[in-house]
Structures are given as structure tokens and as C-alpha cells.
């Protein structure tokens, strides 16, 4: 009888074990499957590209080929009413022509990075702290002359960097995500960094040239640092001692002022839909009156030239504008179709139009594209 109370014992305790077993076993893996529903990563990526070739062509033409890859990534961690929300959106484009000069030209380029850490002290409320940087991969011309033209953009020229404080609400509904930003407390960092024209291996080998054949300089490639100062802004006029207008050459130009920002996304089976406005007002004046000193200091120099250079057209209530949407749709697994556009309006920067007036202006790009893609 001894023999047969040991024996069932032991068979309990064994079961017991086991069971002991898989309540550890199912505790770690539920514990795994909490750490998973933590984070939220989703996206879309893809490959664009086309090509045209002609032979003994009537209408005209040239052969040519073109690409363009993206992305846009979101990440999202959530755990004990701390939120942490990344967004990483950039794209890259180029096109070949068969022509003598400007075989290769940049058709897309395009670097934009947000994170943001919040503390949610109500339901759908966080006290957010965010930071951004937006930029370019690769140095950009205007194409007009060829390849010897100076560059107009590059790496850090532009450059757009902000850091804030504020509160941002979020709310979820159908698969839809929205998020809404304000901070009181942004700054803002605008960068124009360049050194001079000759940084380009191309322009110098042309101002080389000139200058072994002992040919003038063009205008175009004089005070170059200045130029794109101008072009992005970066640049304050201010008054010397004599109340005198005088030009504060600068690469960058920091402001505190009012930032807000508002996310969208959306994505059902293969439909991916996701659009991100900011703006952004400087706590300035309108600066002061420079009419009457322009007259006097410059008296053959039209007043309306110097005012849209000026601080003028920076000041609380004029608003920068960035604006961009996503559409895609995946079809077959391997096959995207994607719309994707910006909007852009920054106060002081100047853009030519055909005749040459320089003026801030909105800005818009869109692209459309059949390709390889991926959205998950």
C-alpha cells in the first residue's frame, strides 16, 4: 500500500510540474507577445523606373531612362503612457538623357526625419517633446548652361532643423491614425551652408579653364555664398549705427516661434494613404522702416528690390508651409502604384520666374509611378 501512495505522489507531482512548466512557458510567451504589441511598424517602399529609346524617330527626341526609390517609414512604441513616434520620409530620383551636356540630371531628392517622445497625462494627450531635419542628398543645379553651372542646392543647403515643446493629441478610428501637434515653444534652424562655387569638381574645372585662358569670371559664380544665402534666407539686414541698412551674411538663421503639425495615416489591405502639414510663425516684429534709408543710402537702387530681401516677410502671423501626401495602392505583391506630392511655401526664400523676379513663392511637387513596392 506504501509502494502505491509514493507511486501516486510522484504522479502528481510530476503533473504538477508540468504544469508549473507550461504556466512559466505561456507567462514568457505572453510577455513576448506584449513587448510585440508595443511597437507598431508600418510603411511603404518602392522602385520606379522607365525608360525610351527611338531609332530613325521623326517627331524627335532622344533616347532616355529614368528612376526614382522612396520610402516611408513610421515607428511606434507605446507602453506605461510613454509614446515614442519616429517618421522617416525620402526619395531619390534621376534621369538620363542622351544629349551632349546634362546626360544625368537629379529629377527628386528628399530627406525628411521626425521623432517625438510624449507622456500621455490624458487619454489621447501627451506632452510631447519633438525634434525634425529635413534636407537633400546630392548637389542640384538649375541645368540652363550645363554641367559647369554652379550648384543651387546640396547636402546641409538647404537644411531645416526645429526642436520644440508642446502637446499632441492622437486618436485611432477604423485604421485610421491622426495626430495633432502644437508647440508654443519651437525653434527653428535654417541652414544655407556652402563654402564657394568651387567646391563642385565640374565648376572648377570651367573656372580653371578661364582662368588659364585668361578670360573674365562669369557674375553668376561671384559672391556665390552670398547667393545662396539670399536664395534660402539665411541672411538678416539690419541697421549700423547710423541707421543705415547693411547686409548680415550668415549660413544659418535661428527663430522661436509657433510650430504646429497634424499626421495622417491610413492603410486598409493594400491601400496605404498618408499626408503631414506643418507650419511655422516666427515670435517677431515686421522689423523697421527701411524706405528712407535705402533712398538716401542707395538712391538708384529701386526700394521694392530691398524690401523683399529684407526681415519684412518674416514676421509672426506669415506662416511657412510644408505639405505631404501618399497614396499607394500594392497589387500582385510585388507591384505599386503610388501618387506622392509637396507643397511647400517658406517665407524668404526667393524663386525667379521666367522673366527673372525674385520673389518667396509656393512651391509643388507631385509624382506619379508604376514600379516594384512594398507596403506593410
Partial sequence: MRKVYILVLLCLFGVLTGFAQEDKAQTAEQKADTAKKNWKFDGVMGLNAGATSLIFWTGGGHDNANALTYAKLHLLYYKDNIAWESNFDTDFGITWIDQEDDQVKKSSDDIKFATKLGWEFKKGWYLTALGSFQSQYAIGRDYKKGKY???????LCPSKTELSIGIDWKKSVGGCDFSVYMSPVAGTINTAYVSDATNDKYTKEYLDALEAAGLPIPEEYKDFRQEMQIK??????IQDENGYPIIDWRNCRVEFGLSLKGTIAYK????TIASTLWLFTPYQGKGFDMKTAFQEAYPDVPYELYYQYSNLNRHFGRFDVDWDFLISY????????????NLKF????????????EKDRVQFKSVIGIGLGYSF
Wanted: aromatic share 18%; net charge positive.
Fill in 149 to 155: 553651372d554652379p550648384v543651387i542646392s546640396k547636402w
Fill in 232 to 237: 534660402y534666407g539665411t541672411y538678416k539686414i
Fill in 268 to 271: 486598409y489591405k493594400n491601400l
Fill in 330 to 341: 500594392n497589387f500582385l505583391k510585388v507591384l505599386n502604384v503610388t501618387f506622392s506630392s
Fill in 346 to 357: 517658406y517665407n524668404g526664400t526667393l524663386i525667379s520666374d521666367k522673366n527673372g523676379v
